[in-house]
């Protein structure tokens, strides 16, 4: 994918791959993708892409019914392996 200048010019100071979390974070709030594969898209840790949400986004998890297990698994798997 090729971005047009003007996006280039936004998002370069927004950090590397801001295209990448930008548009997964972009999915991820039009309900097409869970969290974890939001996070995943972005290329970033399930830490990580929360941060960027919360920085970029003044939140971190939509909750709705499409995504809501996956995601509850993926933190529950993330606790599990932190403890």
């Not at 399930?46 to 933190?75: C, M, P, Q, W």
Request: charged share 25%.
């Amino acid at each position: 994918m090729q971005l047009q200048k003007k996006f280039e010019e936004i998002l370069d100071p927004l950090g590397h791959n801001a295209a990448d979390f930008f548009m997964a974070a972009s999915l991820y709030h039009a309900k097409k993708v869970s969290f974890a594969r939001a996070a995943s898209l972005a290329g970033l840790s399930f830490d990580a892409f929360l941060y960027r949400l919360e920085e970029h986004f003044g939140k971190g998890f939509l909750v709705n019914d499409e995504s809501v297990l996956e995601d509850i698994t993926l933190v529950e798997q993330i606790k599990s392996h932190a403890s």
